[in-house]
């Protein structure tokens, strides 16, 4: 069992940074490929990037590539996204995910099995 807890969002400038932090809880993170998702209203769940247990594996989606940084620190049993020169269609609730135990398919939502509820990232223009 997993539990996540996001925090770091808030509103910002078009251009500016955020750093998301998802503290989790349970003993298989440090062995869970993580991953971030966002969803605006109205649309979709969207994959924005995801992390191997070892942090040597990491994926983006297209529209976050060169802007957006996954790392973790497994001795604290933390996830973080680095948000740079944020546009406003970055504007969404992102969601951190656990997927223990799967080695492939990292960019589908439907890899996880624990998520996060959510912190909200609003970027104005």
């Known amino acids: 069992q997993v539990q996540l807890v996001e925090s770091g969002g808030g509103l910002v400038q078009a251009g500016g940074s955020l750093r998301l932090s998802c503290a989790a809880s349970?003993?298989?993170?440090?062995?869970?490929?993580m991953g971030w998702f966002r969803q605006a209203p109205g649309k979709e769940r969207e994959f924005v990037a995801a992390?191997?247990?070892?942090?040597?594996?990491?994926y983006y989606g297209d529209s976050v590539k060169g802007r957006f940084t996954v790392s973790r620190d497994n001795a604290k049993n933390t996830l973080y996204l680095q948000l740079l020169s944020l546009k406003p269609e970055d504007t969404a609730v992102y969601y951190c995910?656990?997927?223990?135990?799967?080695?492939?398919?990292?960019?589908?939502?439907?890899?996880?099995?624990?998520w996060g509820q959510g912190t909200q990232v609003t970027v104005s223009s």
């Open positions: 992390i191997s247990w070892s942090s040597t594996i990491t």
């Open positions: 349970g003993r298989t993170f440090s062995t869970s490929p």
């Open positions: 995910a656990a997927a223990p135990g799967v080695v492939r398919g990292w960019t589908s939502e439907y890899a996880y099995n624990y």
